[in-house]
């Protein structure tokens, strides 16, 4: 299996410009989800999904970002307009179960805004 | 105060040391304590999992809850220029996804 994929792997855009980050979870996970990190903050839980439904997005930071999941093997995380507080490494992860033991991350994207 | 301190260091110990690296909390409430790997420029991955007080040991690792304390540990014994990677450590109140603190990791270097 070839993991979780995402794409792009390095992002570099302007102040104020669309970001679209975009996530294939492993075949057969159920869960997938998306988190941020940052050197102040950490890493921290944006959303998540089980069965392509939104189930928990309280850690979105604003109404600027929006995650969607059309199909069990695709999801896109938008930013719009994107600032520069935005710059973070953004992972998406799956798993098979409600359970961090099953989880794994993709290798991420690194977002600069300029 | 943060709800979990986690020294970032940097940490470098000479190969075949044993390694301690630590986390305190605030919150009582946490029950499940994890330890993530990270290498640089890749995805976390979950290395240890423990639920309560106690030892876990796997191998070259040890993990180590004191909850009386709000303090866990992550021991690696015989550690390898391979262990060099940033250790975060993650807790939570219930076993799902919801609330999962993270510190801000601890990047080791073993050199060699």
């Known amino acids: 299996d070839a993991g979780v994929i995402q794409s792009p792997r390095h992002e570099v855009t302007e102040m104020g410009q669309e970001v679209t980050l975009r996530c294939k979870p492993i075949?057969?996970?159920?869960?997938l989800f998306w988190y941020r990190q940052t050197m102040m903050r950490g890493l921290e839980l944006l959303i998540y999904?089980?069965?392509?439904?939104?189930?928990?997005d309280s850690g979105m930071p604003e109404d600027r970002f929006s995650a969607k999941m059309p199909n069990a093997s695709f999801s896109t995380l938008k930013i719009q307009p994107s600032e520069p507080r935005d710059s973070a490494v953004y992972f998406c992860?799956?798993?098979?179960?409600?359970?961090?033991?099953?989880?794994?991350f993709g290798p991420g994207t690194r977002l600069l805004v300029l | 105060q943060k709800e979990v301190e986690q020294d970032p260091g940097p940490l470098s110990v000479p190969e075949g040391a044993i390694v301690s690296l630590n986390c305190t909390y605030s919150?009582?409430?946490?029950?499940?304590f994890m330890w993530y790997r990270q290498y640089s420029r890749k995805g976390p991955e979950l290395l240890m999992y423990?639920?309560?007080?106690g030892n876990k040991e796997d191998g070259r690792f040890t993990a180590q809850v004191d909850k009386s304390s709000k303090y866990i540990s992550l021991f690696i014994r015989d550690s390898q220029p391979s262990d060099s990677a940033t250790y975060l450590c993650?807790?939570?109140?219930?076993?799902?996804?919801?609330?999962?603190?993270f510190g801000i990791g601890t990047k080791l270097q073993v050199i060699p």
């Open positions: 992860a799956s798993s098979r179960t409600e359970n961090q033991e099953t989880q794994y």
């Open positions: 075949s057969g996970h159920d869960y």
């Open positions: 999904f089980n069965n392509n439904v939104p189930i928990d």
């Open positions: 919150n009582s409430a946490f029950q499940y």
């Open positions: 423990t639920y309560s007080s």
């Open positions: 993650a807790m939570a109140n219930s076993g799902g996804y919801q609330k999962v603190t």
